[in-house]
């Protein structure tokens, strides 16, 4: 075992890139004959053990522990202070894009016999694929999903909010004047896309009359997100092992997601062709009512109807 233990000297953490079968079979070549059993046992009396990595370092980033902390702190002070205004809070983010065809969907479900799906997943065998942003309603408990066909740009989040708030926000909270969003600090929503902020502005602010309040989660942190844990797990967990083999079928799974809190889940397709790299000029961003949060200002802003 000396060649065959690597770890720390200063720890005592100690581990062998041997099986048990490979050792006993290497100890039979010293005339030491022994089962693969009884190397475990004997391991397991050396303080050795089956063991697999573990995520506990965290990534190089420059947010330190302080500063997520405190912008978790202030996240919650800002929903409560809209939560006794009677204002909406949504959570909002983008899904992981699904092939749409007769492909492995990960899971497990009771069959009598398992389904057969293509061997491999190749896009150029996909009918498309799905790219779903979800809009979660904390207040209320909801989902409003919009299923794109393009790409997951900043239009096409914007869209999807938008569309959310015509269909159901404005019916929901109809004196509101204020939309508190939470979101990620990556992908089409982060907080230093400039597409983002504008068209929250062109959009939500100037042609619907709502102040946005936008508080992002540190990096890092997104799957504190509500979205992730409210509303895209339970989706995951509806359509498990099965194939999405058309859009009308990944939509389907997603309006029948419940949960035994009372969630309930609205979906739509948006076949608009959303093109990547727009880019936003100085002049238009000069345009823009926006103020930054003397609390983390990289994180949390808000805009204002012109």
Not at 182 to 207: E, I, V
Not at 259 to 279: C, D, F, I, M, S
Request: charged share 25%; hydrophobic share 35%; aromatic share 10%.
């Amino acid at each position: 075992m000396k060649h065959e233990v690597a770890g720390s000297p200063m720890g005592g953490l100690r581990w062998t890139r041997k099986s048990v079968g490979k050792i006993a079979r290497e100890l039979r070549n010293h005339r030491i004959c022994v089962s693969a059993n009884t190397v475990a046992k004997l391991l397991k009396q050396m303080e050795f053990s089956l063991k697999v990595n573990r995520k506990w370092l965290e990534s190089a980033t420059k947010v330190t522990p302080e500063q997520r902390d405190g912008q978790f702190q202030y996240i919650g002070t800002v929903r409560e202070e809209f939560a006794a205004e009677g204002n909406p809070a949504i959570s909002v983010d983008a899904k992981k894009k699904e092939l749409v065809g007769n492909f492995k969907n990960n899971g497990r479900c009771w069959e009598r016999a398992p389904r057969k799906v293509n061997d491999h997943d190749f896009r150029s065998q996909a009918d498309g694929r799905a790219v779903p942003y979800g809009v979660y309603d904390v207040r209320a408990n909801t989902g409003y999903v919009s299923i794109g066909t393009s790409h997951d740009t900043a239009a096409f989040s914007v869209d999807a909010i938008e569309s959310w708030w015509l269909r159901e926000g404005k019916k929901r909270y109809p004196d509101a004047r204020k939309l508190l969003i939470l979101a990620d600090c990556g992908g089409s929503n982060g907080p230093r896309l400039r597409a983002w902020k504008w068209r929250l502005q062109r959009q939500l602010c100037n042609r619907m009359g709502l102040l946005v309040t936008v508080c992002h989660y540190p990096p890092g942190t997104s799957k504190y997100n509500p979205i992730e844990h409210r509303l895209f797990s339970e989706i995951s967990k509806n359509w498990a092992a099965q194939p999405l083999t058309s859009f009308e079928r990944v939509a389907k799974f997603i309006r029948t997601t419940r949960t035994a809190t009372g969630l309930k889940v609205r979906a739509y397709l948006n076949g608009k062709h959303y093109p990547t790299g727009e880019a936003i000029s100085d002049a238009q961003m000069a345009n823009l009512e926006l103020t930054k949060h003397e609390n983390y200002p990289q994180w949390n802003y808000t805009l204002e109807p012109q």
